[in-house]
């Protein structure tokens, strides 16, 4: 059985940083790109959007509203990925998901993840910024 969980999730003060884990256990990690995307409330749709993405070889795409304050990186060895976000904003608040994934032809990573196409995913974390 596949699992992803996510751990590190909680609150902190605007221009803050919090880290966030994902474990992931039943698959081989080279098999999937692995993401993160987060769902806010407080509005109609909750929207979902993607943050970051990694891929097998490393390489990172993210989410135009996190450039630069987020990190996403990954240990293979350990099955695990992690989200540095730092300078943290009232407008990160929201639910993170870790999702396991393979992007449709024609579409990044982000947008997969902004669109919810994805594999497997987590149970959230809470972020909260205020």
């Known amino acids: 059985e596949v699992q992803l969980v996510e751990s590190g999730g909680g609150s902190a003060v605007a221009g803050g940083s919090v880290t966030l884990s994902c474990t992931a256990s039943?698959?081989?990690?080279?098999?999937?790109?692995i993401g993160w995307f987060r769902q806010s409330r407080g509005n109609e749709r909750n929207a979902r959007e993607g943050v970051a993405a990694i891929d097998a070889d490393g390489r990172t795409a993210y989410g135009d509203s996190v450039k630069g304050r987020f990190t996403i990186s990954k240990n293979n060895g350990a099955n695990t990925a992690t989200l540095q976000m730092n300078s943290l904003k009232p407008e990160d608040t929201g639910v993170y998901y870790c999702?396991?994934?393979?992007?449709?032809?024609?579409?990044?990573?982000?947008?997969?993840?902004?669109?919810?196409?994805?594999?497997?995913r987590g149970q959230g974390t809470q972020v909260t910024v205020s």
């Open positions: 039943g698959y081989t990690q080279p098999d999937y790109l």
């Open positions: 999702a396991a994934l393979t992007p449709p032809a024609g579409m990044t990573a982000i947008q997969a993840l902004g669109a919810g196409i994805f594999r497997y």
